[in-house]
């Protein structure tokens, strides 16, 4: 069941793509749905597509 706020959809993934995001899901305790939502958010954060979590506390802080 998908979370209230949150967009579903179907992936199509490599297989061997797939089995290393469950592999690191299992390594770093999350759930691979949480892993994918991680990767896609650092990587928007990288890309500077997305605020940093930093540079949103510091924004949270001003208020």
């Keep these: 069941m998908a979370s209230p706020g949150k967009k579903?959809?179907?992936l199509r993934i490599d297989?061997?793509?797939w089995?290393?995001?469950?592999?690191?899901a299992a390594?770093?305790?999350?759930s691979?749905?949480?892993q994918v939502e991680f990767?896609?958010?650092e990587a928007l954060v990288k890309?500077?597509?997305?605020p940093s979590a930093a540079a949103q506390a510091k924004k949270?802080?001003?208020k």
Aim: avoid cysteine; charge should be positive.
């Design 39 to 41: 990767l896609l958010r």
């Design 8 to 10: 579903a959809f179907p």
């Design 47 to 50: 890309r500077g597509r997305l």
């Design 19 to 24: 089995e290393e995001v469950e592999r690191l």
């Design 27 to 30: 390594q770093e305790l999350r």
């Design 60 to 62: 949270e802080n001003r």
């Design 32 to 34: 691979v749905n949480a």
């Design 15 to 17: 297989p061997v793509l």
